[in-house]
């Protein structure tokens, strides 16, 4: 049973499967609550919406705006400084509503009263006069709220909340409809939301129920333009009556600060914009209804699943080259589908199918093609290294030498060659069995590798015979060498299966081109034997 399942397990199908769940399951968990993946997908959402901003054409519903600019031009044009005196506001109001604008919309908070209390009166008288005039309040970062002076306040149609949440990247994308009190209870509605509902002829209530509210009781904001592209009239040409003839007639028009000295600018996916921008594209997001729906966790984990699972398949199962091919496929193909989706008003995680995607072919191909390297690597060792005893092959050895040697002769430098022989082999294998034999053998082996150096070629050079390259060592440096060898050899204790102890030596012949002008490896490898063969003649 266990076997079957694990075998179960081994398919391809089914590792892939397992490996996506786990991968999937890691990255709508804790993974999705790292910064860096946040602000990847924000920004990943962001091109989104830039996208989708050069291909549609503009709204028309942006014809019926105007911004009055509390610009830098306009500062200079009058001489006033900052902040104008709610007299000089309460003349831009008269000024604005003989056009016979469709509301005015004040993007301005007047808190407190003024040193000269009767330019309160006179901006409260402008606004009732005009009937059509909503204003700015804000809640403070103690959660207080603080609203218009109670005079301005009477007379404007009405206030609302002009705070703007931000995310992660401290990017403004989104919109409150509505704030809370700690009871749960709605303390008042944005300003961008009553200036709609009015427009519409509607409750503020209704103008916002329609909102698709994500769970921290937010809504996505259609960026309808830039902020160069809105249509604007600097507040000095209104007040000198410089307006064109019908250019605020049936508008909305909103009056706010562009001007630097005002610091009102918040990024948002289509750049940089000043307050007021944002609120009349908070206000056509309303007046249109054309909202942004969040996929959600369930459809993002689903089509995530898809997508990383096709990308997992073709990791184990593909040559890498098609395998990348079709990894780059998935990703334009899901880049495409959050694209689609985002059009028809629905946001998927435009992140994450493109980031595990990417990843999981980047560490599956990667680790493919490293395996291959390793194997090739082990492929090639095997074919130089003896299997018994970890030394190199006779192959490796003569190829060793003809190097070693050219070198040698080239930098007129000494190289030797060491012969070993294991005394009486035959005997200790007839005796004792050829699996001892082997033992012995791989003991001797790793005493030869144990005491000579990195820079020396240790092979096996026949049955029971050993050799050592030893490049720059001279005769007599090999001679101690070989002594000490012989002698760790010699002082090695076997056990045989007998249980009887056991011993061995061995018989090493040295060559060196000190001794011996070579033409050629061969003629080093026959000066090396015959001295092996005096050695063991001579015991």
Not at 194 to 201: L, S
Not at 268 to 293: A, H, K, W
């Amino acid at each position: 049973m266990t076997a079957a399942i694990a075998t179960f397990l081994r398919r391809p199908v089914v590792k892939s499967l397992i490996i996506t769940l786990v991968v999937c399951a890691a990255y709508m968990g804790p993974v999705s609550d790292l910064k860096f993946v946040k602000i990847a997908r924000l920004k990943m959402l962001d091109t989104l919406f830039s996208l989708q901003h050069k291909l549609e054409p503009p709204s028309e519903a942006l014809d019926e705006t105007v911004i009055i600019s509390l610009d830098d031009e306009s500062f200079r044009e009058t001489g006033l400084r900052w902040p104008w005196p709610r007299g000089v506001i309460a003349g831009l109001v008269n000024k604005i509503s003989a056009h016979e604008p469709a509301l005015i919309c004040i993007d301005l908070v007047f808190a407190g009263e003024s040193v000269d209390e009767r330019q309160d009166f006179i901006l409260s008288k402008a606004m009732k006069d005009a009937g059509n005039v909503f204003t700015a309040a804000y809640f403070g970062s103690d959660g207080r709220y603080t609203v218009p002076h109670e005079p301005i306040a009477r007379g404007a149609r009405s206030f609302g909340f002009i705070n703007k949440p931000r995310d992660a990247d401290n990017t403004v994308r989104r919109m409150r409809p509505f704030m809370v009190s700690t009871k749960g209870d709605i303390i008042d509605y944005p300003l961008s939301a009553k200036v709609a509902a009015y427009y519409r002829g509607m409750k503020v209530e209704d103008a916002v129920r329609a909102m698709p509210l994500l769970k921290d009781k937010t809504a996505y904001v259609r960026f309808f333009a830039k902020k160069k592209e809105f249509d604007y009239v600097p507040a000095w040409k209104v007040l000198e009556g410089k307006t064109a003839p019908g250019q605020l007639k049936g508008k909305m028009v909103f009056v706010g600060p562009t001007a630097e000295l005002f610091h009102d600018v918040y990024q948002t996916p289509l750049g940089l914009m000043s307050g007021v921008c944002i609120v009349v594209n908070e206000t056509l997001t309303l007046l249109t209804n054309r909202f942004y729906r969040y996929a959600g966790g369930s459809m993002d984990f689903l089509i995530l699943l898809a997508f990383v699972f096709i990308a997992v398949l073709c990791g184990l199962r593909l040559p890498v080259l098609s395998g990348i091919v079709i990894s780059l496929s998935e990703v334009v193909s899901f880049y495409l589908l959050a694209f689609m989706c985002f059009l028809k008003g629905i946001i998927l995680d435009p992140f994450g199918a493109i980031f595990l995607v990417a990843a999981l072919s980047l560490f599956l191909y990667s680790s493919r093609y490293i395996m291959v390297i390793a194997e090739n690597i082990m492929l090639r060792k095997e074919s130089v290294t003896d299997g018994l005893t970890q030394l190199y092959v006779y192959r490796y050895f003569e190829l060793a030498l003809k190097v070693g040697l050219k070198k040698a002769l080239v930098g007129n430098k000494p190289i030797t060659l060491e012969l070993l022989d294991i005394d009486f082999f035959k005997k200790v294998n007839d005796t004792y069995g050829h699996e001892f034999g082997n033992t012995v053998l791989k003991v001797v082996a790793g005493i030869i590798k144990d005491n000579s150096r990195g820079k020396d070629t240790v092979a096996r050079y026949g049955g029971e015979e050993f050799c050592i390259v030893m490049p720059g060592t001279k005769r007599d440096n090999a001679l101690v060498h070989a002594e000490r060898i012989r002698d760790k050899v010699k002082q090695a204790k076997f056990t045989a299966p007998n249980g009887e102890a056991v011993s061995v030596t061995i018989s090493i012949g040295i060559a060196s081109t000190e001794d011996h002008a070579p033409e050629s490896h061969l003629d080093l490898i026959h000066a090396a034997d015959t001295a092996l063969y005096r050695s063991k003649q001579s015991g």
